[in-house]
C-alpha cells in the first residue's frame, strides 16, 4: 500500500504543472483519472506527456458540450481531488471554478495550477515559461556575459509547480483527515516562481550582483582542460579548496590566492588548461576535491550513475516501442511510490460512486495544513534548509537544530534568510551525548526529522533512522544526500552544481558554446520541493498504518526530476531544445528581443501568429517561419524593426494582434512590479535585527487553512530555552546544558567565525552557487 491508495483524482490540467502534480499523486497509488479535450492535451506529441502521465487513464471529454460537462461534473462529484490549470476567468465561465465545486462536494479538493498568475492582464496570456521568467525577473537574473535576458532551455519554475502542486493537494488531504471537509488550493506560476527562484532582498542592503556564466568564485567554477573538455570545480568549502591547491601542487600558494579570488582564478585557469580533463578530474578526485564533467544528459541517464540509484525505468508503448521514463524521486520506506505503467486510454471516465456528506474529523478546523507537525530540521545550506522552509509555510512548526559553529550557509544575506524563514531556532551540539540525550527527547515528541548528511554520517552521530524509530515508531525521517544511498559514489560530497554539469544542464543550457552554470541552484530547490512531497505522502501514510517510515532522496535523482521531460528516451524522439552563449531563445519566433528603451519576450507558435507577427512589422516571413533559427535573417528583421519601438508599447502592439509577449523585467524592476504585487507574489517582512526585507509571501495557497510563513528566518540558537520549556524540560536540566555547552543561546556568526565553520564542515552533502 502507499500514501494515496484509494484517493481518486480527476486531472483536468494540460502542459507541465498540472499533470505532473497528478503523476505524483498517482506514483503513491491514486486512482488518477486524465481528461482531455477533443484533440489531446496541448503537449500529447512531446516525449515529456509519456512521463507526466504515467499510472493514468486517459479519457475525452468534450467541455463545451452539455453532455461532456455534465460527465465531468459527475466524474467530480466521485473524486477527492480535481486538478485545472486554465488561466483566470475559464473555470467560472463552465461552472468548473473553487467556489461552486466545493460547494456542491464540500469533501472535495479542488486545485487549480494555472501557469502565470490568478489576476490581472499577464495572467491570461498564453502559457510560454520564457513569458513566466520575463514578467518575473528571472531572465535577467540568470548569469549573462552581456546586459541582456537569458532564455531558459528547461521550464524549471512548472516543474517546481508540479511538485509543489503535489505538495499542497497532499497537505489538504492529511487535513481533511482532520476536519473532514475540502477546499480549494492553488499553486500557481508566482507561487512556484516563490519556491524555485523567489527574488529576495535585505532593502537596508545592497542589491547582490547579477550571476556569471561560468560561475562567480574560482572555487566554484567550470573550467576550461587542454582538450576542450570542461568540468566544475566545487569547493564550497574552504577545506576541499585548500585540498585543491594540495593536488595541483600548489599548496603554499592557497592563502594568498584564496584572498585573490581574480588572480585565484587566472591561476586556475592557466593549470587546468595545462592537461586533458579525465587526468584532471582523477587527480582532484583522489585527492577529495569536489568535481564533475560536464556531458549530456543523454548519456546522464542512460549512465551507471543513475542505474546504481534505480532510478531509470523502461515501459513499452504501443507505437513508440520502448520509452526510458525517470523513476521516482524520492524511495520511502514503508510505503514506496511506484510507476506500474504509462497512460492508458479509456474510452469513458470511469463511474465513481458521488461522495457522501462530509464528516466532521475528530481534530477540528487547523490554522494552517501541517498545523500541528513538529519537524526537527537538521538540514544545512540549501536543499536540506529549504526543504524544511516549505514545510513552515505549510503550516508545520520547523525547529532549526544548528550546532555551535552553525550552518555553514548562515549569513544575513537574501538566501540564507529565504530558506530558514517561519522556523525556531534551537542551538545543540549533537557531538555531546547530553546533548544527543535531549535530542531523543525531542524525537519522541516530534513528527518529522530531516538532515543532509553525508552517508554515513547519521550512524556516526547516533540518529540514523533505526535509532530514531526505536524511540518514537511514528518518527519520520527524511534524509537527503548527493547520490543516494545505493551504489559506489554513495559517500561522495556533492554539490547542485556538480548534478548541473554531469546531469547535462549546463550543457543544454550552453549549447554548442561553452557550458552555462545556472544561477538559480536547480537540484537544490528540485530536492526541497520533493522533500516537502515526500514528507506530507509520508504524515498521510501514517494516519492510515499509525507508523512512521525512512525517506532516502538525493541530489542525483533530482538530476532528473526538473528535466523529467528532457530525458525521456525512445527511438525517433525529436530533439531538445538547445542553448547557446547569451541564449536569447530556441528560434526567431521563440526569442528575446530589445527594444528602444528595454527587452521583450515573444512567442508565435501558430502560422496564424507568425503570419500576424509580419503584418505588424511589415517583414518577410520566408518558408516555415516557425522553425527559423534564433539568429538568421528572419531574426535579423524582427530585431530591426523592434529596436525602434518603445518596449511596453511594443507589447500592447503584439498582444493585440494575437501574439504572445510580455515585458522582460530587470530584477530590481520585478520587486516594483504592479502585476507581482497584485498578485501578492510578495511581501515585506520584518527581521528583527535587519530590519524590513522584502520577499515571496507563499508557495500555495488554501482557501479554508491559510499558509504562509509565521515568524522570520531565527538567529542562531535563538529559540533554544524557549522550546526546551515548551516542551516540558525542567528548568533545572536546561541551566545544566547551557552550562556544558550542550545547548545555547543566539549570537550573530562573525565573518571569521562563519569562515572558520566553512573550513570545518565536511557534512554538508549539498550546495549554492
Known sequence: MSAYRGIRVADFSQGIAGPMAAMFLGDFEAEVVKVEPRGGDRLAGAPGYQVFNRNKQV????LATPRGLADALDLIAGADVAIFSEPPGRLEALGLDAATLTQAYPGLIHAWLPPYGTRGEWSRIPPHHSLLTALSGVAFRQGAYADQPIHLVLPLIWYGQGVLGASAIGAALLERQRSGKGQAVTVSGLNALAEVSGPVRVLNAPPLPRGQPLGASPSYRLYECADGQWFFLGCLFANFYL???????????????ALDPLRAREVLQAVFRSKPRAEWLQILQDNGVPCAPVGSREDWFAGEAVASGDLRQVFVHPDLGEV????????????????????QPIARPPAWPPHGPSAAGAGGEAGAPLDGVRV??????????????VLACLGADVIKVEPPEGDPFRSDGGGFMAYNRGKRGLGLDLKQPAARELFYDLVRQADVVLDNYRYGVRKRLGIDYETLKAINPRIISCSINAYGDKGPRMTLPGFDPLL???????QAQGGDDEPVLHTIPVNDVATAAVVSMSVVAALNARERTGQGQEIITSLMAQSLTFQLAEVVDYAGRPPNDRGGRDCLGPRALHRFYECADGWLGLVCDSEA????LGRMLGIELGDDPLAAARDGELTEAVATRLMAWPRDIAVESLLSAGIAAAPALRAGEALESEWLWDNHALEIWRHPRLGDICGVRSYADFSRTPAGFRRPTPDLGEHSAEILRELGVAEE???????????FEPFHIDPSRAKSARAGNDNAALSTQ
Not at 244 to 254: D, K, N, S, V, W
Request: with cysteine; hydrophobic share 50%; net charge negative.
Open 376 to 389: 526537527l530540521d537538521l538540514g544545512t545550506v540549501i536543499a536540506g534548509a529549504h526543504g524544511g522552509g
Open 324 to 343: 526510458a521514463i525517470p523513476a521516482p524521486p524520492a524511495r520511502l520506506t514503508g510505503t514506496p511510490a511506484s510507476i506500474r505503467g504509462l497512460a
Open 59 to 62: 479519457a475525452t471529454l468534450d
Open 609 to 612: 501568429a507568425a503570419k500576424a
Open 500 to 506: 548541473q554539469a554531469e546531469g547535462g544542464m549546463q
Open 733 to 743: 536540566r536546561i541551566e545544566a546544558l547551557f552550562a556544558a555547552g550542550a545547548i
Open 243 to 257: 585540498r585543491c591547491f594540495e593536488a595541483i601542487g600548489m599548496p603554499q600558494h592557497f592563502e594568498e590566492l
